[in-house]
C-alpha cells in the first residue's frame, strides 16, 4: 500500500473542506438517504469485498459477512435517528418580560456539525470498524464529511471498500469529498495536526491513541480527539453463581474469551471466582478443545507473544492452560492460554498484571471472601465492560460489586459476557480511561453527538431561523419548548 502523496493529500482535504457546507446544508430525510445508499452498496459489493478482508485479516468468510451486515445495519439505524429528529436536540425558549431575575430574550438552540472529520479504523474489525465502521457512519449522520487514514493491516480492503462507498455517496447525490483516504504514518500524524480537521475519531492501541491525541492536544486550536484505546473487561462470579452453574460459566467465559482469536476489544480478560471452586480445571477442559486460531498479522502476534511471555514469567501467577510456546515462530496460528493467581497477589502486582494482552489470552483471579471480592472491583481504571454473573437480585455480593464496578464501566452486564455490541440506540461503547479518553460513546445512535456542537440563537426572526427552530417545526421533530417536550408548532 503505498503512502499517499503531498499533492493527493491535499486534494482529499480541500475535497472534505468544500463538501462540509453542502453535507451540512442537507435536511435529515436527505441525509437519511444518503446513509441508506451506503448501507445498500455495502451488502450489494459483499462478495467482492469480502474476500479482500480475508485476504488482510485471515478473518473466516461467516464472521466478515456477518460485519457487513452490521456496518450496514449501523447506517440504517443512523439514517431512522435522523428522520425521528431529536438527536438534533431542538430546544426553544420563548421571550419572556416576566421571568425572574430579569426579563428573558427569544433563545433557540440546537446541534450543527463541526465540519471535517478524521477517522482511524481498527484491524480486528475490517468493516464494523474500518473505512464505514461506526465512527465513519456517525460522523456522516451529524453531517461531516470524513477523511479516513488507511489502516496497514488493510492494504487490500481499503480502497476498495472506500471506492464502494463513495460511489454510492455520490449516486445519490452527495458532494464530491464526502468520504476520502489517506495512507502512511507521516500522513496520519499531519491529519490529526490539519487545521482543516474539526474531530478526530479513533479505535486502537492506548499508546498510539495517547500519542495522536497528545497531537490533537498541541494544536493551535486543539480539536477533539475520541479513542478507544485499550480494555480488560473483568468478570466477577459470584459464590452463590458459582455453587448453582459456574462449569457453564466457565466454558462460556472460555468461548468469550477466545473468540476471534481473542481480538476483541471487549474479550474478557480477567475472571474472578471464589477459591477452592474448581472452575480453573473447567477451564482446562475447555480450553484444550479450542483449536488454534491466527491472529490478524505478524505485529499482533509479536506483540501478543511478548506480552504473554512477560505475564506468564511475572511469579505471583501459575500457567493454568496453554503456553505461549504453542504458537510457531513463523506462524500466525496460536493456541489460547490462561493464567491463574489471587486477589492478594493481584493486589500486590497489579500494575504488571493488570495490562491488556490482545489475543487469545485471559487471567482466572480467586477471592477468598466477599471482602476481597469488593476490593478487587475497585482495581480497575476504566474498562469499556464489566460483568457480574449472580444468582438474582437477592445474590449478596451482587449489587455491591455492581456499584463498585460503574465507576470504571461504560456497560455493566449480568449473567452475559461482553463479546459482541449490539449495535442500537441505547448502545454505550465507551468508558472511563484508558477504555476511553472521553464520556462518549462509538456505538449506538448517540456516538453521533462526538461531532456535534451547540449553537444558540438569541431573538431572530423566524425566517432566519434553521428549519428545526422555527415556529411552524417544518421538519416535525420532538423540541423542548419552554422545558416541555413536544412536536407541536408554536402559535
Request: charged letters at 20%.
Given at each position: 500500500?503505498?503512502?499517499?502523496?503531498?499533492?493527493q493529500?491535499?486534494?482529499?482535504?480541500d475535497?472534505?473542506v468544500?463538501?462540509?457546507?453542502?453535507?451540512?446544508?442537507?435536511?435529515?430525510?436527505?441525509?437519511?438517504?444518503?446513509?441508506?445508499?451506503?448501507?445498500?452498496?455495502?451488502?450489494?459489493?459483499?462478495?467482492?469485498l469480502?474476500?479482500?478482508?480475508?485476504?488482510?485479516?485471515?478473518?473466516?468468510?461467516?464472521?466478515?459477512?456477518?460485519?457487513?451486515?452490521?456496518?450496514?445495519v449501523q447506517?440504517?439505524?443512523?439514517?431512522?435517528?435522523?428522520?425521528?429528529?431529536?438527536?438534533?436536540?431542538?430546544?426553544?425558549?420563548?421571550?419572556?418580560?416576566?421571568?425572574?431575575?430579569?426579563?428573558r430574550?427569544?433563545?433557540?438552540?440546537?446541534?450543527?456539525?463541526?465540519?471535517?472529520?478524521?477517522?482511524?479504523?481498527?484491524?480486528?474489525f475490517?468493516?464494523a470498524?474500518?473505512?464505514?465502521?461506526?465512527?465513519?457512519?456517525?460522523?456522516?449522520?451529524?453531517?461531516?464529511?470524513?477523511?479516513?487514514?488507511?489502516?496497514?493491516?488493510?492494504?487490500?480492503?481499503?480502497?476498495?471498500?472506500?471506492?464502494?462507498?463513495?460511489?454510492?455517496?455520490?449516486?445519490?447525490?452527495?458532494?464530491?469529498g464526502?468520504?476520502?483516504?489517506?495512507?502512511?504514518d507521516?500522513?496520519?500524524?499531519?491529519?490529526?495536526?490539519?487545521?482543516?480537521?474539526?474531530?478526530v475519531?479513533?479505535?486502537?492501541?492506548?499508546?498510539?491513541?495517547?500519542?495522536?491525541?497528545?497531537?490533537?492536544?498541541?494544536?493551535?486550536?486543539?480539536?477533539?480527539?475520541?479513542?478507544?484505546?485499550?480494555?480488560?473487561?473483568?468478570?466477577?462470579?459470584?459464590?452463590?453463581?458459582?455453587?448453582?452453574?459456574?462449569e457453564?460459566?466457565?466454558?462460556?467465559?472460555v468461548?468469550?474469551?477466545?473468540?476471534?482469536?481473542?481480538?476483541?476489544?471487549?474479550?474478557p480478560?480477567?475472571?474472578?471466582?471464589?477459591?477452592?471452586?474448581?472452575?480453573?480445571?473447567?477451564?482446562?477442559?475447555?480450553?484444550?478443545?479450542v483449536?488454534?486460531?491466527?491472529?490478524?498479522?505478524?505485529?499482533?502476534?509479536?506483540g501478543?507473544?511478548r506480552?504473554?511471555?512477560?505475564?506468564?514469567?511475572?511469579?505471583?501467577?501459575?500457567?493454568?492452560?496453554?503456553?505461549?510456546?504453542?504458537?510457531?515462530?513463523?506462524?500466525?496460528?496460536?493456541?489460547?492460554?490462561?493464567?491463574a493467581t489471587?486477589?492478594?497477589?493481584?493486589?500486590a502486582?497489579?500494575?504488571?498484571?493488570?495490562?491488556?494482552?490482545?489475543?487469545?489470552?485471559?487471567?482466572?483471579?480467586?477471592?477468598?471472601?466477599?471482602?476481597?471480592?469488593?476490593?478487587?472491583?475497585?482495581?480497575?481504571?476504566?474498562?469499556?465492560t464489566?460483568?457480574?454473573?449472580?444468582?438474582?437480585?437477592?445474590?449478596?455480593?451482587?449489587?455491591?460489586?455492581?456499584?463498585?464496578l460503574?465507576?470504571?464501566s461504560?456497560?455493566?452486564?449480568?449473567?452475559?459476557?461482553?463479546?459482541?455490541?449490539?449495535?442500537?440506540?441505547?448502545?454505550?461503547?465507551?468508558?472511563?480511561?484508558?477504555?476511553?479518553?472521553?464520556?462518549?460513546?462509538?456505538?449506538?445512535?448517540?456516538?453521533?453527538?462526538?461531532?456535534?456542537?451547540?449553537?444558540a440563537?438569541?431573538?431572530?426572526?423566524?425566517?432566519?431561523?434553521?428549519e428545526?427552530?422555527?415556529?411552524?417545526n417544518?421538519?416535525?421533530?420532538?423540541?423542548?419548548?419552554?422545558?416541555?417536550?413536544?412536536?407541536?408548532?408554536?402559535?
Amino acid at each position: 500500500m503505498t503512502d499517499t502523496t503531498p499533492e493527493q493529500y491535499e486534494a482529499v482535504l480541500d475535497a472534505a473542506v468544500a463538501a462540509a457546507p453542502v453535507l451540512a446544508a442537507t435536511t435529515p430525510t436527505t441525509r437519511a438517504a444518503l446513509l441508506r445508499a451506503v448501507a445498500g452498496a455495502l451488502e450489494e459489493h459483499a462478495d467482492a469485498l469480502v474476500p479482500l478482508a480475508v485476504a488482510d485479516s485471515h478473518l473466516p468468510v461467516p464472521r466478515l459477512r456477518g460485519e457487513v451486515t452490521r456496518t450496514a445495519v449501523q447506517f440504517e439505524m443512523f439514517a431512522d435517528a435522523l428522520e425521528e429528529g431529536s438527536w438534533l436536540e431542538a430546544i426553544i425558549d420563548l421571550a419572556d418580560a416576566q421571568a425572574r431575575p430579569a426579563p428573558r430574550p427569544d433563545l433557540r438552540r440546537m446541534l450543527v456539525p463541526l465540519g471535517p472529520v478524521a477517522v482511524f479504523g481498527a484491524s480486528n474489525f475490517p468493516f464494523a470498524f474500518g473505512v464505514a465502521g461506526g465512527d465513519t457512519a456517525s460522523a456522516l449522520a451529524a453531517g461531516c464529511p470524513v477523511v479516513v487514514k488507511g489502516h496497514p493491516g488493510q492494504p487490500s480492503l481499503t480502497d476498495p471498500y472506500a471506492a464502494v462507498v463513495a460511489e454510492a455517496l455520490r449516486a445519490a447525490g452527495a458532494p464530491e469529498g464526502v468520504v476520502g483516504v489517506v495512507h502512511g504514518d507521516d500522513n496520519a500524524r499531519r491529519l490529526v495536526q490539519d487545521p482543516r480537521i474539526h474531530a478526530v475519531g479513533f479505535t486502537g492501541s492506548t499508546a498510539g491513541g495517547r500519542a495522536l491525541a497528545d497531537l490533537a492536544a498541541a494544536r493551535p486550536r486543539p480539536i477533539p480527539f475520541y479513542g478507544e484505546l485499550g480494555s480488560l473487561n473483568p468478570v466477577f462470579v459470584t459464590p452463590a453463581a458459582a455453587t448453582a452453574r459456574g462449569e457453564d460459566i466457565a466454558r462460556a467465559y472460555v468461548a468469550s474469551a477466545t473468540l476471534g482469536a481473542g481480538q476483541f476489544c471487549t474479550k474478557p480478560g480477567l475472571l474472578f471466582v471464589p477459591a477452592g471452586s474448581g472452575l480453573d480445571k473447567t477451564v482446562v477442559e475447555a480450553a484444550g478443545a479450542v483449536a488454534a486460531a491466527p491472529l490478524l498479522n505478524e505485529r499482533i502476534r509479536v506483540g501478543w507473544r511478548r506480552e504473554l511471555e512477560r505475564l506468564a514469567a511475572h511469579p505471583r501467577v501459575r500457567l493454568v492452560a496453554g503456553s505461549p510456546a504453542d504458537s510457531g515462530a513463523d506462524s500466525l496460528e496460536v493456541s489460547p492460554v490462561f493464567l491463574a493467581t489471587d486477589v492478594a497477589d493481584l493486589e500486590a502486582s497489579g500494575s504488571q498484571l493488570l495490562a491488556e494482552c490482545f489475543g487469545p489470552f485471559s487471567l482466572i483471579v480467586e477471592y477468598r471472601d466477599e471482602a476481597e471480592l469488593l476490593r478487587a472491583a475497585r482495581l480497575f481504571d476504566g474498562n469499556l465492560t464489566a460483568t457480574v454473573h449472580g444468582e438474582g437480585p437477592d445474590d449478596q455480593p451482587a449489587a455491591a460489586l455492581l456499584d463498585a464496578l460503574r465507576d470504571s464501566s461504560g456497560r455493566l452486564i449480568w449473567n452475559g459476557w461482553p463479546t459482541g455490541v449490539a449495535v442500537s440506540w441505547a448502545q454505550h461503547h465507551g468508558g472511563p480511561y484508558p477504555s476511553t479518553n472521553s464520556l462518549h460513546t462509538s456505538v449506538g445512535v448517540t456516538a453521533l453527538r462526538r461531532f456535534l456542537r451547540p449553537v444558540a440563537y438569541q431573538d431572530l426572526p423566524d425566517p432566519l431561523l434553521p428549519e428545526a427552530l422555527r415556529n411552524t417545526n417544518p421538519l416535525g421533530i420532538p423540541r423542548r419548548v419552554n422545558g416541555r417536550l413536544t412536536t407541536e408548532p408554536i402559535g
